[in-house]
């Protein structure tokens, strides 16, 4: 069991950058894949971007692509989420999660069993 904070959240202006964090005070955090996902106002939650717990396995969305970066510092326990060219479209709650499962679901919140509270990113245009 782990759990996850978020923090990094805020607000940029359009072709901004931003780099969120995904931390965990527990060691065996470095086991766990992880991923990040978002939820606008009135929309369901979706996938952005997961890490394997090795690091070497990356998957991103296609609507953050070339844009969005995600990796991993195991000195420091945590998950980083580097935005580029933040656009209006970007402005959500970002959450980080934490799964030992790696599968062709990989991008489904349902595969994810440790949440973290959420931190809020707004783009503005």
């Known amino acids: 069991q782990v759990q996850v904070v978020e923090s990094g959240g805020g607000l940029v202006q359009a072709g901004g950058s931003l780099r969120l964090s995904c931390a965990a005070s527990e060691r065996t955090f470095s086991n766990y894949n992880v991923g990040w996902f978002r939820q606008a106002p009135g929309k369901e939650r979706e996938f952005v971007a997961a890490i394997r717990w090795t690091g070497g396995t990356l998957y991103y969305a296609d609507s953050v692509k070339g844009r969005f970066t995600i990796s991993r510092d195991y000195a420091k326990n945590t998950v980083y989420l580097q935005m580029n060219s933040l656009k209006s479209e970007d402005t959500a709650i970002y959450y980080c999660?934490?799964?030992?499962?790696?599968?062709?679901?990989?991008?489904?919140?349902?595969?994810?069993?440790?949440w973290g509270q959420g931190t809020q990113v707004t783009v503005s245009s």
């Open positions: 999660a934490a799964s030992q499962r790696w599968t062709y679901y990989t991008g489904r919140t349902n595969e994810y069993d440790y």
